[in-house]
């Protein structure tokens, strides 16, 4: 294995400071998340996760996807019942996916969407997500993907600020 080897596994909860000090170098070039990164390790922590996964080179955590449950506030949820008429217990939504600015172009992004996109095949579930329209790269990875424009929306955020999103699902 070459020290440059992107390695997918399950996150731990020990990799939660490397991975929040990622996510404050990813919104300080990103502006990712909208919300800030005032808590990254509490952000990181989603209520709803199903299952989460690090993408790591050298043993050090450079980046994560959580996948969680479809709640009836998500907006990436709502859209997806609407245009398919699916029941919200059939979706997963993968959530929180970056990789530090540091270690992008070796192809984490396409490996932790993957990971996620393959446990939710075997859950029998149907993916859809929300991406902020200013994330071209995210948006260029998810249509690379195979991913479906649904919709666009208004991703409202932090005491009454919103961005213009985009929603998507993955058919199957």
């Keep these: 294995m070459t020290a440059d080897r992107v390695v997918i596994r399950l996150r731990h909860d020990a990799d939660l400071p490397a991975l929040a000090a990622s996510l404050v170098r990813v919104h300080s070039v990103d502006g ?4 800030g990164v005032a808590d990254p390790e509490a952000w990181l922590q989603h209520p709803h996760a199903l299952r989460s996964w690090t993408a790591e080179i050298a043993g050090k955590p450079i980046g994560q996807v959580t996948l969680t449950s479809a709640e009836p506030d998500d907006e990436a949820a709502q859209v997806w019942r609407r245009e ?3 029941a919200l217990a059939d979706l997963v939504v993968p959530v929180r996916l970056f990789v530090d600015p540091d270690h992008r172009g070796a192809g984490a992004a ?3 969407m993957s990971a996620a996109m393959e446990y939710a095949r075997s859950l029998h579930r149907a993916v859809a997500l929300d991406v902020m329209a200013k994330d071209r790269a995210a948006i260029r990875l998810y249509e690379r993907l195979g991913a479906r424009r649904l919709d666009t929306i208004s991703h ?5 600020l919103s961005e213009p999103a985009i929603v998507y699902d993955f058919p199957a």
């Excluded at 990712?32 to 919300?35: A, C, D, L, T, W």
Aim: aromatic residues 6%; without cysteine.
């Design 110 to 112: 396409q490996l932790l």
């Design 84 to 86: 398919t008429g699916g």
């Design 156 to 160: 409202n955020h932090s005491d009454g």
């Design 32 to 35: 990712y998340p909208v919300e």
